[in-house]
């Protein structure tokens, strides 16, 4: 099976690592993978921000970039999300709009694709720690994607993993909002790391980075020691050994 990888902005220029790992749990399973390198931003900060005609232009080049591409799979439910979007904000366009729902048609986002596509739930991962899960907005209201990752994460071997209150409660990112409101960004990120530590968890995981960083960010600053890790690089993880707190999974 072939799969285009779609790298989003956050894991491409800022955590690699995940990226590699993502790419690394595919080929186990036996996905034929590539990188289409025309690839940029899915134009979703633009489009949250109002700017829709300026959106249009990177919408556009994802589109043509992933032309060709059987599946397109990426690390993000929220930019997953984004492709989902496509076919509404290109609707009546004699040209785009076609593209626009093949794109959606063949994008997943990491976990929804092993479960859904691969029919996969158990990927031999071993991780030995207590970890909790962070469900992002977008992922789950706007992808509609809620019970792949806790499949998967319920088949790693040595992991405990406690629920999360308030699981539906927003963690204060939201991309610009985290900048245009940071009062009540930072309100929303406190609540969310109080319920964090609370668990006893010695990990956070989630399948967003923009969460995970917004959170991490929050909790190494109050001085808990939580290691934040991409549920691709837990799915990746072999070796059934304790996990260190404090920082994050390289």
Known sequence: ??????????VDLMT???GIAMVEVLERLGCEIDYPAAQVCCGQPTYNSGYL?????????????FENSD?????????????????????GDPHWELKALA????????????????GVTDVGAKLKGNATYHRSCHMTRLLGEKESPYQLLGKV???????LKNSDNCCGF????????????EQMVDEKCGCVVDTGADILISADMGCLLNIGGRLSRKGEPVKIMHIAEVLNHHHATAAA???RET
């Open 1 to 10: 099976m072939k799969v285009s990888i779609f790298s989003t902005c956050l």
């Open 16 to 18: 690699p690592n995940v």
């Open 53 to 65: 005609e300026d959106s249009k232009l990177a919408m556009k080049n994802m589109m043509l970039a």
């Open 71 to 91: 599946y397109v799979v990426g690390p993000s439910g929220s930019c997953i999300a984004m492709f989902h979007e496509y076919p509404k904000i290109f609707k």
């Open 103 to 118: 794109l959606k048609d063949k994008s997943y986002e990491f976990t929804q694709f092993i479960v859904k596509v691969l």
């Open 157 to 163: 071997k040595g992991l405990q993993l406690e629920p």
């Open 174 to 185: 939201g991309g610009t909002f985290s900048v245009k409101m940071p009062e009540i960004s």
């Open 245 to 247: 707190k404090g920082g």
